[in-house]
């Protein structure tokens, strides 16, 4: 499995193990460098979880200003990243650190799972229900955090959101009949949907009312606190979604571009409820967002 359906990961079969693989680094996007390691490394091995699989080894990429190589925090955004590794079960083989001016951290990730157990994207069905793990609103916090108007309460749950792994969810979804799964990430919970139903041929129907979001996401939506990235979202993926009556506003968190985001997971309606018991009972937020559905045009309908 390679590029052809924007999945992910790509794989590679050895015989009975199909080999996972893929690669993510970002620039800071918190102040303190520990808690940076830790997002960094949380949205790398994400794409493996979306896939299915395990994390097994893990190669750093650094990017670091010379200058500062003695300050301490290069160290501290290492260890953050290493905190996330070993709660995932993988080792650090090594890495490679080049000197830059803009610091840049992340990780190469290889997993295993079994050939007959990879999840795709594109394999969604009709009819399917859809289950996202973790709440939208990353990206807009962020942008309010820069200005200075995000709350207290806000930043600390974002924080929190972001450097949580997807391993619980991906362990619980292993039990149950998925059908296909994604990551929530740069594109928006929108865009990644439109990738699976791209990928899938296929449809959907969302439920915005039912979208969980963070503290205080409406308010600064309100305030205008919504990051480029969610603007650039909607315009390459506005061909994709049904005319409906939502207003922009109310399109921007499903828009907004998420950082170490959740599991959209797409499964048949009658598992969905057994699914979201055992995510909840393992402390996962999770909530039904919304269906496959075979629409002409396979478009994707937001509803209120």
């Not at 924007?6 to 620039?27: I, K, P």
């Not at 190669?59 to 160290?75: D, I, M, T, Y």
């Not at 309100?222 to 390459?236: K, L, Q, S």
Request: hydrophobic fraction near 45%; charged fraction near 15%.
């Amino acid at each position: 499995m390679g590029p052809e359906t924007s999945d992910d990961a790509g794989v590679y079969r050895l015989g009975n193990l199909a080999l996972v693989q893929t690669v993510d680094f970002f620039t800071p996007i918190v102040d303190d460098p520990y808690l940076f390691g830790q997002i960094a490394a949380a949205n790398a091995l994400s794409d493996i979880y979306a896939m299915g699989a395990r994390p097994l080894t893990v190669l750093n990429l650094v990017a670091f200003p010379l200058a500062q190589a003695a300050s301490g925090v290069l160290e501290q955004v290492l260890l953050g990243g290493a905190e996330k590794v070993a709660e995932a079960g993988a080792v650090i083989l090594g890495g490679h650190t080049i000197e830059d001016d803009e610091p840049k951290y992340g990780l190469a990730v290889t997993g295993v799972t079994d050939p007959d157990r990879v999840l795709t994207n594109a394999t969604a069905r009709p009819g399917d229900a859809l289950i996202l793990t973790k709440p939208l609103g990353t990206g807009i916090i962020a942008t309010a955090a820069k200005a200075g108007l995000a709350s207290e309460v806000a930043v600390l749950a974002m924080h929190e959101t972001m450097r949580a792994l997807n391993k619980p969810a991906a362990e619980v979804m292993a039990r149950h009949p998925v059908n296909a799964c994604t990551d929530i990430t740069g594109f928006g919970f929108l865009g990644h949907l439109s990738e699976m139903t791209a990928a899938s041929h296929l449809g959907a129907v969302v439920f915005a009312g039912q979208i969980p979001a963070l503290p205080t996401v409406a308010e600064l939506i309100a305030m205008g606190m919504v990051p480029a990235g969610a603007y650039h979202n909607r315009e390459f993926y506005a061909c994709r979604l049904a005319e409906d009556s939502l207003t922009p506003e109310e399109l921007d968190l499903l828009f907004d571009p998420q950082t170490s985001g959740g599991l959209l997971i797409s499964l048949p309606e009658e598992a969905a409820e057994s699914l979201l018991h055992d995510l909840q009972g393992a402390g996962v937020a999770a909530a039904w967002v919304g269906r496959m559905a075979d629409h002409p045009g396979k478009k994707i309908q937001v509803r209120r």
